[in-house]
DNA sequence: ACCCAGGGTCATA
DNA sequence: TATGACCATGGG
């Protein structure tokens, strides 16, 4: 972790704001409850977010989005309703796992008096749910001071020589996490301008070779 | 026709 | 620890 690990000074809160002027407030997670950000972060693994659209809307006009009825649905029933979503069988496993930890220890608000370390390990412990789902789950529907590593902050990090491609996952995280402290908006904000950033680079328009933004750069303007 | 998307598990070396 | 195979749909 010394400073000779990263050629750039780590300023991640000129980053965050940089992307805000760049594509507004992203107000995030999409999804409407707490436990539709745990089954969007479940569906959304590898998979584009408008085929987990597809999937949510399924869910909900089954009216079964809810922990207790996803769990006692038929496997069967569950994956047909999540297909668009891809991987429907692993998924409808991974979701009705991931209920039954949910029910069994009590639920939302039970879960919510739990330190964020074990609930984390928790969350890793379910068959599933990985560092990355955990995470998301963590941010996005229980609010705590946890930062995403997904593919598109890689990329973006290591484009802009905040890290090395082969720097793993909890360094990363734990070096964001170190420079904002547990400040639970920052992350959420600055993950999802890093996704909506990365959405936005698949657009053919121009980017700036130092800085990889493409909205500052007067020539990006369309 | 190909490539990839807001990953994770498991077997193998 | 570190690769590789596998899971599968929909949009570019």
Redesign the pocket.
């Known amino acids: 972790m010394s400073p000779r690990d990263h050629p750039r000074p780590l300023d991640l809160s000129a980053l965050l704001e940089r992307l805000g002027r760049e594509h507004g407030p992203q107000h995030?997670?999409?999804g409407e409850t707490a436990f539709e950000v745990m089954v969007?972060?479940i569906l959304?693994?590898?998979?584009?977010?408008?085929?987990v659209e597809?999937a949510i809307a399924r869910l909900k006009a089954e009216r079964a989005l809810a922990p207790r009825t996803l769990y006692e649905t038929a496997h069967a029933s569950l994956?047909e309703w999540i297909?668009?979503?891809?991987?429907?069988?692993?998924?409808a496993e991974?979701i009705q796992q991931y209920c039954g930890w949910y029910l069994e220890r009590g639920g939302y608000a039970s879960l919510q008096r739990e330190a964020t370390g074990e609930l984390r390990r928790e969350l890793?412990s379910?068959?599933?749910?990985?560092?990355?789902?955990?995470d998301?789950i963590l941010l996005?529907a229980f609010q705590r001071p946890v930062f995403v590593v997904?593919?598109?902050t890689h990329r973006l990090f290591v484009r802009l020589g905040i890290t090395h491609g082969d720097e793993?996952y909890e360094s990363v995280r734990e070096r964001v996490e170190t420079h904002f402290g547990p400040h639970t908006a920052s992350f959420n904000e600055l993950h999802a301008l890093i996704?909506a950033h990365?959405?936005a680079l698949?657009r053919p328009r121009p980017l700036c070779a130092q800085c990889g933004l493409a909205g500052s750069c007067p020539s990006a303007a369309r």
């Open positions: 995030w997670w999409p969007g972060a959304t693994q590898n998979t584009a977010w408008t085929n597809k994956a297909r668009p979503s891809g991987y429907y069988r692993v998924k991974r890793l379910i068959k599933g749910i990985g560092r990355e789902t955990a998301a996005y997904d593919a598109y793993g996704v990365g959405k698949c």
